[in-house]
């Protein structure tokens, strides 16, 4: 069923809306016809000259940057869109703050990143022509509205994550870990790995248990490398200061590999994390110091809410299994208070259930597909009985 068009649609007469493959085109002809309903109010109110200027100009500029179609959100191709913008923003917020760590002056990183930036960037142009869900549930195609949606909601927080800040650190001479350390305004894309895992949460074909267990172990890898970055940087910016963990620490010293000294740095936070460490590389000076009680803490919370949700994931995985087996042990007790109730009956009423539960975990068809349409689920029957149907003379051969 195509979406419905709202009374703004509705007042554009001479358009044409051709729809194909989720994407929708709009062929205007008549150009010089203004529509402001819903997209700048009091342009065309008499509210006064000044800002039926302004209204104009920003009108004038939507309309440069608004090309004549749309991108359907639910479309298959607007969805693995989404999920490499996924990928592309956990690639950045793993390699980044390694980068400014361990290898600022990396070319390659920087060619990679760059590469990202230019995607992220048509990130931007897409979604200024991404349809949107109105406040009555209406998906909203014209081109002016969802530009017009999209600057006034997140289009300069995801200018600010690929604005290049280290061009300005490198104009200035600062050193190669500054210059690395002025791109971390990329790691705010990791918003859209919330979104991810959100939109997850309400599709009924991904379950709870897989769905929590993927999205912590990807903020546990990503926060155990992000404290391993900030342990090495805070060695690097106290360079001047003899007392750090890198220049105490044997197997990190001078000649160690950037390799070698992230694995000891991401074993340092693991161990912190997830309990109070061992000893073996600890803080030497109040950065270090300051860095790892915030470490601490942060794992603290971090794992303990991770094992409560793992807990209360698994309690209620068990669920059905529970009520079904307190339903059989109350039909025993009741037939066992009956003292003239034969044993083999008893028997077989609990061998019944023990069937029931082996068959369909003891959910009761009738009761899960009363919601169904009577068409739909007369097809079902069909499909699901048709081999037993074949076999019998009278069906053979029936469509």
């Known amino acids: 069923v195509p979406p419905r068009q709202t009374n703004v649609n509705k007042a554009r007469q001479g358009s044409t809306w051709l729809r194909d493959g989720g994407m929708c085109h709009r062929r205007r002809r008549n150009r010089n016809r203004v529509s402001a309903a819903g997209l700048l109010p009091g342009v065309h109110d008499g509210s006064g000259k000044g800002l039926q200027n302004v209204g104009c100009c920003v009108h004038s500029c939507l309309i440069c940057i608004a090309f004549p179609w749309a991108l359907n959100p639910m479309s298959a191709w607007a969805a693995r869109w989404e999920n490499t913008q996924v990928v592309l923003a956990t690639v950045v917020a793993l390699t980044i703050p390694f980068q400014a760590a361990f290898c600022p002056s990396a070319t390659w990183l920087y060619v990679l990143h760059y590469l990202i930036d230019a995607v992220f960037v048509l990130d931007l142009l897409i979604k200024l022509h991404t349809a949107f869900f109105d406040v009555s549930g209406v998906l909203v195609y014209d081109s002016q509205l969802t530009a017009y949606n999209y600057l006034r909601r ?19 001479n600062a050193s190669a870990t500054v210059v690395a350390m002025c791109r971390f305004n990329r790691i705010c894309r990791c918003y859209k790995i919330s979104q991810y895992f959100k939109h997850a949460e309400r599709t009924i074909g991904v379950t709870a248990t897989s769905n929590t267990y993927a999205k912590f172990s990807l903020l546990a890898l990503m926060a155990l490398n992000f404290m391993a970055s900030l342990w090495t940087l805070a060695s690097n910016v106290g ?14 010293g001078e000649h160690a590999s950037a390799l070698q000294t992230y694995v000891l740095a991401l074993y340092w936070s693991t161990a912190t994390m997830t309990s109070v460490g061992y000893g073996d590389v600890h803080a030497h000076n109040v950065l270090e110091m300051g860095l790892a009680t915030l470490t601490m803490l942060l794992g603290t919370l971090f794992y303990s809410f991770f094992l409560g949700s793992s807990a209360a994931t698994l309690a209620n995985a068990d669920y059905q299994r529970s009520r079904y087996r307190e339903r059989l042990d109350g039909v025993l007790r009741y037939l066992h208070s009956a003292k003239s109730m034969d044993k ?18 003891g959910m009761q068809s009738k009761r899960l597909l009363q919601d169904l349409p009577h068409t739909l689920l007369a097809d079902l029957c069909m499909e699901v009985y048709r081999e037993a149907l074949a076999t019998g003379p009278l069906f053979r051969d029936v469509d």
């Open 239 to 252: 360079s001047n200061v003899s007392d750090t963990w890198v220049e105490n620490t044997a197997s990190a």
């Open 154 to 172: 997140g289009f300069v927080f995801d200018c600010l994550t690929v604005l290049p800040f280290e061009v300005v650190a490198s104009v200035c």
């Open 344 to 361: 083999s009956v008893i028997q077989r009423v609990s061998s019944y259930y023990e069937y029931v539960w082996m068959r369909n975990r």
